[in-house]
């Protein structure tokens, strides 16, 4: 485990050194230098609160929380994105 740790630490530490990665490398504390929102492929907008984001753990494209549960139980269990199997349970248990 602390080799995983050190690899990660090395790696943040080069991104950061790069400015790929603003932030403080001790308290991991990072945001990326693209200031750009992602946008959510239901409803087209951007995603302005991180609060309302969710992630498939399938394809890893962003939604809005409630637009991503609202297609699920209305249109099945799918992701609209990458068209997997994407249950509710899926989406929260990845969220632990």
Do not use: A, W
Request: include cysteine; charge should be negative; hydrophobic fraction near 30%.
């Amino acid at each position: 485990m602390e080799l995983k740790n050190n690899v990660i630490h090395e790696i943040l530490t080069e991104m950061v050194s790069e400015t790929k990665l603003l932030g403080n490398i001790e308290n991991y504390i990072f945001r990326t230098q693209n200031p750009q929102k992602p946008v959510c492929p239901i409803c087209g907008k951007e995603i302005r609160d991180d609060l309302r984001l969710i992630v498939c753990p399938l394809c890893r494209k962003p939604f809005h929380k409630d637009h991503l549960i609202g297609c699920l139980k209305e249109k099945g269990e799918r992701c609209p994105n990458c068209e997997q199997e994407l249950t509710l349970n899926d989406l929260f248990l990845n969220c632990i």
